[in-house]
């Protein structure tokens, strides 16, 4: 029970009322900053992680997902309002494949084609995904 309620107040402490780490992940504690940054850890294996950016709002700003601390899987970010406005993948902390980018208002503006971390075809998207200067 103990156990539980921590595990709880170390959420609240991070969002209020709302959940931030999915089900299959831990809030760490020690590395997230509160009401700002989160870093979620899988319980069943301690080399996958997100690393979270909250706005002001307590809404996801930036979703990088981590592999052997390196970025690794999907990629999503959000405009203040709530829209989508980035998405893509990493694999072995490089961009791959193809990269989106919409406005708040739901217009796909920008479409980027990556191959180990370099633009292969199409225009420049996600320079402001941050998840290359985190350091795991």
Known sequence: MLTRIVALSAT???VGCGKVCPDDMVLDRQRSKETRIAFCVSHKDPSRALWIELYPSKQRKQ???????????????????????????????????????WSAEGAQVGDGEYRDGR??????????????????
């Open 63 to 101: 979703v990088c997902p981590f592999v052997g601390g390196r970025p690794g899987g999907i990629y999503q970010s959000w405009h203040a309002v709530g829209a989508r406005f980035l998405e893509g993948r990493y694999e072995n902390g490089l961009k791959v494949g193809r990269w989106m980018q």
């Open 119 to 136: 633009l292969i075809q199409g225009a420049p998207v996600g320079t402001s995904a941050a998840c290359e200067s985190v350091v795991w």
């Open 12 to 14: 609240l402490f991070l």
